[in-house]
C-alpha cells in the first residue's frame, strides 16, 4: 500500500484491505480472539458487534432492500476494514504516547463543530462519514481523536502524515506491540503499519496436485 494511500486511509478512517475471505479456524495461540496488541486482546465478539453497528446504521440510512443489498456488496471488506481500524488505533495511541501527544474532549468537540458546520448539520456530518468512510455515528468522535492524534503527532515529529518519519513513529509502535492477528483475518505488516492477506500456498499445491491426476 503507498504511503498515499495510507496516509489517505488513516485521516479519512477509510480503512480499506483488499483481497478473499479466509477459512482459518482461528489463532490457536490467542483463542476467541481476532488480534492481539500488546497487553489488549479484540476479541471476535468485539469485532462483529463492531461491524454490526456499521451494518444497523447502514440499514437505518437506506429505504430499501434494495439499496441496502448495494451498500452490503460495495462493503464486502467491512469487517477486516474494521479490524484494521481497531488495530491502527491502538498502533497510532501507543505512538502519540510515546511522544506524549494527547487530544482534549474540547479540540474533539471543535474539529467536529467545525466539519458539522461544513456538512449541513450533525445529520449531515453522520451520514457522511458513514457513506464515505463506514464510521457509524455513535464512533465518529473515536475517529476525530484518531485524525487529530494523527495530525498532532506528525507535528510533534516536525513533519506531516505523507513523510516517511510519522510512518516510522508508527512502524515502531506497531513493532513494540507485536501485533497478532488471527490468520483468518491476515496478518499485520509492521514496516507498512497495515493489515495483509494471509498468502496459502496450499491452493496452488492442490490445484497442481489435482491436474496431474487428470486422465491423458
Excluded at 489463532?27 to 492481539?36: I, Q
Excluded at 441496502?68 to 497510532?92: E, F, K, P, S
Excluded at 505523507?162 to 501485533?179: C, G, I, R
Excluded at 505488516?189 to 490445484?207: C, F, G, I, L, Y
Aim: aromatic share 4%; glycine share 6%.
Amino acid at each position: 500500500m503507498h504511503r498515499r494511500r495510507r496516509t489517505a486511509l488513516l485521516l479519512s478512517a477509510a480503512i480499506v484491505a483488499a483481497g478473499p475471505f479466509l477459512t482459518a479456524c482461528g489463532n490457536e495461540a490467542h483463542p476467541g480472539a481476532a488480534a492481539v496488541v500488546g497487553d489488549e486482546r479484540i476479541t471476535v465478539s468485539q469485532l462483529e458487534s463492531r461491524v454490526q453497528e456499521v451494518r444497523s446504521a447502514q440499514r437505518a440510512a437506506v429505504s430499501d432492500d434494495a439499496q441496502y443489498a448495494r451498500t452490503i456488496a460495495t462493503t464486502g471488506n467491512l469487517t477486516r476494514d474494521t479490524l484494521h481500524g481497531m488495530v491502527l488505533d491502538q498502533v497510532l495511541q501507543r505512538a502519540a504516547r510515546d511522544a506524549g501527544v494527547s487530544v482534549t474532549r474540547n479540540e474533539i468537540q471543535q474539529m467536529r463543530a467545525g466539519l458539522e458546520q461544513q456538512a449541513g448539520g450533525a445529520a449531515g456530518l453522520e451520514a457522511a462519514w458513514l457513506q464515505q468512510y463506514d464510521i457509524p455515528p455513535q464512533r465518529l468522535d473515536d475517529n476525530l481523536r484518531l485524525q487529530l492524534e494523527a495530525q498532532k503527532l506528525a507535528a510533534h515529529l516536525g513533519t506531516d502524515t505523507n513523510q516517511p518519519a510519522f510512518w516510522k513513529a508508527l512502524s515502531e509502535a506497531s513493532k513494540d506491540l507485536h501485533v497478532d492477528l488471527n490468520p483468518r483475518y491476515g496478518s499485520w505488516d509492521v514496516q507498512k503499519v497495515s493489515r495483509v492477506d494471509a498468502k496459502t500456498p496450499w491452493v496452488r499445491e492442490v490445484s497442481a496436485a489435482g491436474s496431474q491426476q487428470q486422465p491423458t
